[in-house]
């Protein structure tokens, strides 16, 4: 059995299965990631901020995955064969190796959508890896040591104007870890720069912040931001993002930055669709109630799955959230192995508890059982959530140490930069390589 993908989906499914197969030996489960650790991805603002230790957001796989019948194996997927039942990937030694399956699990889950705008991969940083959360939190605190010395003025207000584009989840939460952070250390390290010199805009194409909930909470959650500096402009699209300034809208207005943080869409991977199975636009997998796709042997979870959700009155499918996730990964080890054994699948039901985001400052929004909750009590609520969901007892101690002593002593603007030349990772050094060629069915 192979898995595809390190995410909630593929490695929750991997774990339910191991749990379920413990007492048998008929059954193998290799799963394939590109690093050899799960991120814990609704944390990953506060690794910008400098709220939570980057080691604490992640879990390594080997630890998660350790009773005997799983193997995780570190290596970049590149093709499906259907037909052969084989996938192709790109191990740590440069070289390809071809892993045949009876039964795969698609759950590749997405990657950074730009739309096509101009400028946005050579010129904005995004929020989907941990590269990206290290890359931005060094950009802020670049841009902030720049201004502390910069005589022109209207340079200084381009370095200190940050620009968040999409209004979601992700978005929301990271414009809101920004602010804190940049007010938290502006007053100790920083007394050149005056208090609301820094700057921030929130664009969404959209009419509203957070669609995904009620208006309202969008409502309170935008007029939170512009109380603590952001300009929220709605259906606003991004034109161009420019090494030095970034254009909007219809009327191309040009907005001087250094920092445009890019949040503002994500798509499958687009694995999925050239393997050849049926997708639906966005280049999904269709599947079915059970999670099978058109093809018998597959099964398709997470972001790049579209699975169907009876109980929708408008016919859409379920969410692609961690929420859904944790639930679809439940359902599908159970269909995996009734297919095994003959028995017959059932289909993936879930109807979600609630919703919540944080918007930095000890401040939330968030839709509980149909109560509808903001402020510290949804902060509370939403750290509380994400806070269960940590994976392992070692990391929530580690997480909520990391919350108390940021509590207590607040974050340094310190720079984490790393010359990958000099420790023999970059195009004139050498890879560790894998110790052995691997084939699951051999």
């Not at 604490?56 to 995780?72: E, I, N, Q, T, Y």
């Not at 030095?244 to 890019?262: L, M, S, Y």
């Not at 509370?380 to 007892?393: C, D, I, K, S």
């Given at each position: 059995?192979?898995?595809?993908g ?32 799960m ?50 990937v ?7 190796h ?25 010129y ?13 939190r ?7 040591e ?21 209004a ?47 208006a ?14 952001y ?32 949040t ?18 966005g ?16 099964f398709?979870i ?61 401040t ?20 509380g ?8 007892f ?37 890879r ?9 069915r051999?």
């Amino acid at each position: 059995m192979l898995i595809l993908g390190g995410g909630f989906a593929g490695v929750l499914t991997a774990q339910e299965l191991e749990k379920r197969t413990r007492r048998r030996d008929d059954v193998e489960i290799w799963l394939v990631n590109r690093e050899n650790f799960m991120l814990f991805t609704p944390l990953l603002p506060e690794v910008c901020s400098g709220t939570l230790e980057a080691r604490h957001c992640v879990s390594a796989l080997r630890a998660m995955l350790k009773k005997g019948s799983s193997w995780p194996l570190t290596a970049t997927v590149q093709r499906i064969d259907l037909e052969a039942q084989v996938v192709t990937v790109l191990g740590g030694d440069d070289e390809q190796h071809r892993l045949g399956f009876d039964t795969l699990v698609i759950a590749l889950g997405g990657e950074t959508s730009t739309f096509g705008i101009p400028g946005i991969h050579e010129y904005a940083v995004g929020m989907k890896t941990l590269a990206d959360a290290f890359a931005l939190r060094n950009r802020v605190i670049e841009m902030l040591e720049r201004a502390d010395l910069e005589p022109d003025p209207a340079e200084r207000q381009a370095q200190l104007t940050f620009v968040v584009g999409g209004a979601g989840f992700s978005g929301v939460q990271t414009a809101g870890e920004i602010e804190d952070f940049i007010r938290k250390v502006r007053r100790r390290y920083y007394p050149a720069i005056a208090e609301g010199q820094a700057k921030g805009y929130l664009i969404e194409l959209n009419d509203r912040v957070l669609r995904e909930m009620p208006a309202e909470m969008g409502e309170y959650a935008a007029r939170n931001l512009a109380s603590r500096g952001y300009e929220v402009l709605l259906g606003t699209p991004i034109k161009e993002v420019r090494e030095d300034a970034v254009v909007i809208g219809a009327e191309r207005r040009e907005i001087p930055t250094r920092t445009v943080i890019w949040t503002g869409g994500v798509r499958p991977s687009p694995l999925v669709a050239q393997s050849g199975l049926e997708c639906d636009r966005g280049g999904r997998a269709i599947t079915q109630p059970t999670m099978q796709t058109s093809h018998p042997a597959i099964f398709a979870i997470g972001d790049c799955a579209s699975i169907p959700n009876p109980e929708d009155p408008d016919g859409r499918p379920h969410a692609p959230t961690a929420q859904n996730a944790v639930r679809e990964a439940r359902r599908l080890a159970q269909n995996i192995l009734a297919r095994i054994d003959g028995r017959p699948m059932q289909a993936f039901r879930y109807s979600p508890l609630g919703t919540l985001a944080s918007i930095g400052h000890h401040t939330g929004v968030g839709v509980v059982f149909g109560v509808r909750v903001r402020g510290l009590l949804a902060w509370f609520m939403w750290r509380g959530y994400y806070w269960t969901r940590v994976p392992g007892f070692n990391r929530k101690m580690r997480v909520a140490l990391d919350w108390l002593l940021a509590a207590l002593f607040g974050t340094d603007p310190v720079q984490l930069k790393v010359d990958y030349d000099a420790v023999g990772m970059g195009p004139s050094g050498k890879r560790r390589p894998t110790p052995r060629r691997i084939d699951p069915r051999a």
